[in-house]
């Protein structure tokens, strides 16, 4: 495959990395049985090759025995797979009766040929299984009234997602009554008798943080609204054993903090905190219920590594259930068997040299069952040494990043890539460090140190840490990871000479910024960031959390405005760094526009400066071949200049 301009081809490249990663497959949307003794996952290429995405649904048994096979097949999009009551049966969606539109099917997991309920004309985002297991809960839009003309009226009409309920007996379909709301998630109660929703007044991620959970009674129609929650992104609903409370993830406060865990009772009355506190210094990043208990199963972001926890709802109280070694967990079930009762855990994940894979069993015995890797991990590919990397920001704060060294014979201190993740409510950790977006073992292949700072405004250590990304993007940010680059020159590490800086979304954004701040790096990569946070909150999809993160509204006032203090556009005159950008022309998050506008500005100084934006890509760069070409673009910008 030869790629267009003067960039090197995958056969001239001695690693054929980039090529490998796209043809691999992630594991996603894992799900353990309710008896505890299977699991499956769903299974889809890094890269699209069509024009709808194919996936496929995988089951193993959870004591590890036999590896995982393969349930479905095809040239569809197979997902959200759900267990029934009984084990034996798993409801899905699926596009193979029309690409593109998700329809709902039902497998033995024994295997055989999928049965689809032919119950709606709009796709499916969301399903259940009842506890009887004679009903499947499901939300789907209603069909759009025929228009005369194609001119759209902005918020005339949402597509918005409504309760449906399938008598599995008879094909019946019932449409609940939940009111001019958009219903975003769904779970049954134990006892069957009662749907706990979560919804906002639209479909759009804007609404998000409007959310309202609220009760339906299914033999009245009756609908009872319990709590609003505080933050702009709750999830997760889950019910406690006993049918008397709901229990969520939302964030601390309305703007930008951490998530923690919150419960309400089905009476009603204010939530309840029951996760980490303003003082303590992890954050939760997941909430499921486990079978055959009245705990549950809580993701818990601790530094550079993820830990499982119980928590009892009824009493806040934590308890430490399972640490993966050496890696990270990136999503974790559990499930009591019926057998025994003995604990089984599946989860999805990685360590940094082994790339996400499902494992599954007792904590004590841990086995993988998934090979989805395999075109990756069979090319005798080299991968750097990963390893913690610790320092201090110049006001006393203790931080931490990840360090991968390169996996060729280079004598330090090495020519090094530092590389910002998003968010900025993310973080690196000791795991897999190689997606589309996250180029760091692709560098450290080429012979390049790779140094990835976890800055304040992440998660991982609490939420007076995360918090910092309110209003101050730029600020200490970029100190941390100065302060990170210093440490690494001071240890021999990096050569002060070689140094190169790129990142994606909120990783892009302080790419731009700090070449504004600093003539230290020989080249910079900026994937779909922010340039003017002015312009974020007039065009993202997100306009709110943006303008928490940049510090205000245009329409506030005449100025001047913090946010455009600490936007890159504004000192773009600065810039002296040789610049790469790449965005998705469909990117709603950050619009191609915030690209389009700092390339001028760049260029306008005689500054070098590349645009490269990908046709119908959104934040993420889906496509195949587009990502074979954004790691190679990457690959050569920095490898002819640092």
Not at 83 to 101: H, K, M, N, V, Y
Not at 567 to 591: F, K, Q
Request: proline share 7%.
């Amino acid at each position: 495959m030869r790629l267009k301009g003067d960039l090197m081809t995958i056969e001239d490249d001695p690693k054929h990395i980039a090529e490998a990663l796209v043809e691999s497959h992630r594991p996603t949307e894992l799900q353990i049985s309710p008896d505890g003794m299977s699991v499956v996952w769903s299974a889809t290429p890094y890269g699209k090759t069509e024009d709808h995405p194919v996936s496929a649904l995988w089951i193993a048994p959870t004591d590890g025995a036999t590896p995982g096979k393969q349930l479905t097949a095809g040239t569809a999009n197979d997902v959200s797979p759900r267990w029934a009551p009984d084990s034996r049966q798993i409801a899905f969606l699926s596009d193979r009766a029309s690409r593109g539109t998700a329809s709902l099917f039902v497998i033995s997991i024994d295997g055989g040929e999928a049965v689809q309920h032919d119950v709606s004309d709009t796709p499916i985002q969301a399903l259940e299984w009842s506890p009887d297991g004679w009903t499947i809960a499901y939300v789907s839009a209603d069909e759009a009234a025929e228009q005369e003309t194609d001119a759209n009226v902005y918020g005339e009409w949402w597509p918005l997602g409504r309760v449906r309920l399938l008598n599995l007996d008879h094909g019946e379909i019932t449409t609940l009554d939940t009111g001019e709301q958009h219903v975003r998630e769904i779970a049954w109660s134990p006892d069957g008798r009662l749907l706990a929703l979560l919804t906002s007044p639209t479909p759009e991620d804007e609404s998000h943080g409007q959310s309202e959970v609220s009760v339906v009674h299914l033999d009245t129609g009756a609908v009872s609204s319990l709590c609003s929650p505080i933050g702009l992104m709750p999830s997760s609903i889950v019910w406690s054993v006993d049918g008397q409370s709901i229990i969520y993830l939302d964030s601390q406060r309305s703007s930008v903090s951490a998530t923690t865990v919150y419960v309400v009772d089905t009476s009603g009355g204010e939530p309840v905190r029951i996760g980490p506190g303003p003082d303590d210094t992890v954050c939760v990043n997941g909430l499921s219920a486990i079978t055959g208990s009245d705990r549950l199963l809580l993701s818990v972001a601790d530094g550079l590594t993820t830990t499982l926890d119980l928590i009892d709802p009824s009493t806040g109280s934590r308890e430490g259930f399972y640490r993966f070694p050496d890696g990270d967990i990136h999503l974790a079930r559990a499930a009591q068997t019926d057998a025994n009762g003995e604990m089984r855990l599946a989860s999805i994940s990685s360590t940094g040299s082994t790339p996400p894979e499902v494992h599954v069993g007792t904590v004590e015995n841990q086995r993988c069952v998934s090979d989805h890797h395999q075109p990756l991990m069979s090319g005798g590919f080299a991968f750097g040494k990963q390893e913690p990397f610790y320092w201090t920001s110049p006001d006393g704060l203790e931080l931490d990043g990840v360090l991968i060294r390169p996996s060729r014979d280079v004598a330090e201190p090495y020519p090094t890539i530092v590389q910002i993740h998003g968010g900025p409510y993310g973080r690196c950790t000791m795991g897999w460090n190689l997606t589309p977006t996250h180029w760091a073992q692709y560098m450290a292949a080429h012979g390049y140190a790779v140094l990835m700072p976890n800055y304040r405004g992440g998660q991982g250590h609490g939420d007076a840490f995360a918090s910092w990304g309110d209003g101050q993007v730029g600020d200490m940010e970029f100190t941390d990871v100065l302060t990170a680059v210093d440490a690494a020159i001071e240890r021999g590490i990096t050569d002060p000479d070689r140094l190169g800086i790129g990142g994606w979304s909120q990783g892009g954004f302080l790419t731009a910024w700090g070449i504004t701040q600093t003539n230290r790096f020989r080249a910079g990569v900026m994937g779909a960031g922010v340039s003017d946070w002015g312009m974020m909150v007039m065009t993202s999809d997100i306009p709110t959390f943006e303008s928490y993160l940049g510090g205000g509204r245009p329409w506030d006032g005449p100025g001047p405005h913090r946010f455009m203090q600490h936007s890159p556009i504004s000192h773009a005159a600065n810039v002296r760094t040789p610049l790469l950008i790449l965005h998705g022309e469909n990117d709603a998050r950050v619009p191609v526009s915030q690209a389009i506008g700092y390339h001028r500005a760049v260029r306008e100084t005689g500054t070098e400066s590349v645009l490269v934006t990908y046709p119908r890509e959104p934040h993420g760069i889906r496509e195949a071949d587009h990502q074979v070409d954004l790691f190679c673009r990457v690959r050569d910008w920095f490898i002819s200049r640092v």
